[in-house]
């Protein structure tokens, strides 16, 4: 994998779900997360922007990450023109004119911009309990080709790996800032998405958001346990579609010049508290 002159820079700032039921979906996002929406489907809350399209359920639209300035656009620019990589310059809500827009080789859509002023804005009626979304992790048939992507061209820098027994790659952590990842791959029999996080600061606002679910009647589906690669604390429930979402806290913050660390596909390294669901 090469070295990038121009490390990416950036934070995940939107996801785009389909849904074969929007507005069932909509009004999971709105009680459960704390998402105000619009006519437009477009659900803001407190550091957390999604929106809901109708499509097949548990696919994504698009996975939208803030860049500080232009010079990251056109350090962007530069890498996908270089590797042959078809893209567009958009203009799209909540970024600024010339936003940039491309699929990664499994097809996934993804878009990179500076965050306009008004994307900020928080509907009246949203919930203030922090949880900031904070990265997304694909189901992939190909992880060496798709890992190579994200570091090679698109700009991540890997933190972690995950492999078995005979050295094969498992998982892989790529990160775009100083936390320890902002999306992860890992290799499975079919590509998809699998999971989005909101990362909720420390471990007091975990439990406050799984008492918020429980009053809502919504099962924790995994946790709470803690993470090997990260080290973050974590617990998972279902939307009704059946996404995985992840409510994480205290996320490792990583020096540019530290190794990549590399574990071993096992249970522990999923969680070192108890059960690891092994997808991969």
Same mark, same amino acid.
């Given at each position: 994998?090469?070295?990038?002159?121009h490390?990416?820079?950036?934070?995940?700032?939107?996801? /785009?779900?389909?849904?074969?039921?929007? &507005?069932?979906l909509?009004?999971?996002?709105?009680?459960?997360?704390?998402?105000?929406?619009?006519g437009?489907?477009? =659900?803001?809350?407190?550091d957390?922007?999604?929106?809901i399209?109708?499509?097949?359920?548990?696919?994504?639209?698009?996975?939208?990450?803030?860049?500080?300035?232009a010079?990251?656009?056109?350090?962007?620019?530069?890498?996908?023109?270089?590797? =042959?990589?078809?893209? &567009?310059?958009?203009?799209?809500?909540?970024?600024?004119? /010339?936003?940039?827009?491309?699929?990664?080789?499994?097809?996934?859509?993804?878009?990179?911009?500076?965050?306009? /002023? !008004?994307a900020?804005?928080?509907?009246?009626?949203?919930?203030?309990?922090?949880a900031?979304?904070?990265?997304?992790?694909?189901?992939t048939? #190909?992880?060496?080709?798709?890992? !190579?992507?994200?570091?090679?061209?698109?700009?991540?820098?890997?933190s972690?790996?995950?492999?078995?027994?005979?050295?094969v790659?498992?998982?892989g952590?790529?990160?775009?800032?100083?936390?320890?990842?902002s999306?992860?791959?890992?290799?499975?029999?079919? *590509?998809?998405? #699998?999971?989005?996080?909101?990362e909720?600061?420390?471990?007091?606002?975990?439990?406050?958001?799984?008492?918020?679910?429980?009053?809502?009647?919504?099962?924790?589906?995994?946790?709470?346990?803690?993470?090997?690669? !990260?080290d *973050?604390?974590?617990?998972?429930?279902?939307?009704?579609?059946? *996404?995985?979402? &992840?409510?994480?806290?205290?996320?490792?913050?990583?020096?540019?010049?530290?190794?990549? !660390?590399?574990?071993?596909?096992? &249970?522990?390294?999923?969680?070192?508290?108890?059960?690891?669901?092994?997808?991969?």
């Amino acid at each position: 994998m090469a070295t990038i002159d121009h490390p990416l820079r950036a934070t995940l700032y939107e996801l /785009g779900l389909h849904s074969e039921q929007p &507005e069932r979906l909509a009004a999971f996002y709105t009680s459960a997360l704390g998402y105000a929406f619009d006519g437009k489907m477009l =659900g803001v809350a407190r550091d957390r922007r999604v929106s809901i399209a109708a499509g097949p359920s548990k696919t994504l639209a698009y996975a939208a990450y803030a860049v500080p300035d232009a010079g990251d656009l056109d350090a962007l620019e530069a890498r996908l023109i270089a590797a =042959g990589t078809a893209f &567009e310059r958009i203009d799209t809500d909540g970024f600024e004119p /010339g936003a940039v827009a491309f699929a990664d080789p499994d097809g996934n859509r993804f878009r990179f911009g500076i965050a306009s /002023g !008004g994307a900020a804005r928080v509907f009246e009626g949203t919930a203030d309990r922090a949880a900031r979304i904070q990265h997304v992790v694909f189901a992939t048939t #190909d992880i060496d080709r798709l890992l !190579g992507f994200f570091i090679d061209v698109i700009g991540f820098a890997l933190s972690d790996v995950v492999v078995d027994g005979e050295g094969v790659l498992k998982t892989g952590f790529v990160r775009c800032s100083h936390e320890h990842h902002s999306l992860a791959v890992f290799a499975a029999k079919e *590509n998809r998405l #699998d999971h989005h996080c909101y990362e909720a600061v420390d471990w007091n606002l975990i439990r406050d958001w799984a008492d918020h679910f429980a009053k809502l009647r919504i099962p924790l589906k995994w946790g709470p346990g803690r993470h090997g690669p !990260g080290d *973050n604390l974590f617990v998972f429930i279902h939307d009704p579609d059946g *996404n995985w979402l &992840e409510i994480s806290a205290e996320l490792e913050h990583v020096a540019p010049d530290r190794p990549v !660390g590399e574990w071993p596909h096992e &249970e522990y390294t999923l969680n070192s508290w108890g059960i690891g669901l092994l997808r991969s």
